[in-house]
């Protein structure tokens, strides 16, 4: 059984840096695509960013150019450093997983997810 742990959110003001880690366990490194995803209140799911043996495969183009997804040598932490943040970025923030089949890494192919920490982006 996957189980993510994320860590890291807090309160900021727009222009400033936040760095998220999600912890996983119960995964095989050379398996699984990882993922960051967001959901403001009143919109829906979206994804960030994706990582897959440490190549990035994906940035939502909100976020190109200021976020960056990467892995630790041991494979078993994911971090998302955000920098420049906005308010528009404010948002509970996830880590999912999902065992690569071969078709790459689908948004929608992520099926464990940890409990999000909170982002909150004032102006």
């Known amino acids: 059984q996957v189980q993510l742990v994320e860590s890291g959110g807090g309160s900021v003001q727009a222009g400033e840096s936040l760095r998220l880690s999600c912890a996983a366990s119960?995964?095989?490194?050379?398996?699984?695509?990882m993922a960051w995803f967001r959901q403001a209140p009143g919109k829906e799911r979206e994804g960030v960013a994706i990582?897959?043996?440490?190549?990035?495969?994906y940035y939502s183009d909100s976020v190109k150019g200021r976020f960056t997804i990467s892995q630790d040598n041991d494979k078993n932490t994911i971090f998302l450093q955000m920098n420049s943040l906005k308010p528009e970025d404010t948002a509970m923030y996830s880590c999912?997983?999902?065992?690569?089949?071969?078709?790459?890494?689908?948004?929608?192919?992520?099926?464990?997810w940890g409990q999000g920490t909170q982002v909150t982006v004032s102006s």
């Open positions: 119960g995964y095989t490194y050379r398996s699984y695509c």
């Open positions: 990582i897959f043996r440490d190549i990035v495969t």
């Open positions: 999912a997983a999902g065992r690569n089949l071969g078709n790459g890494c689908p948004i929608m192919g992520f099926t464990y």
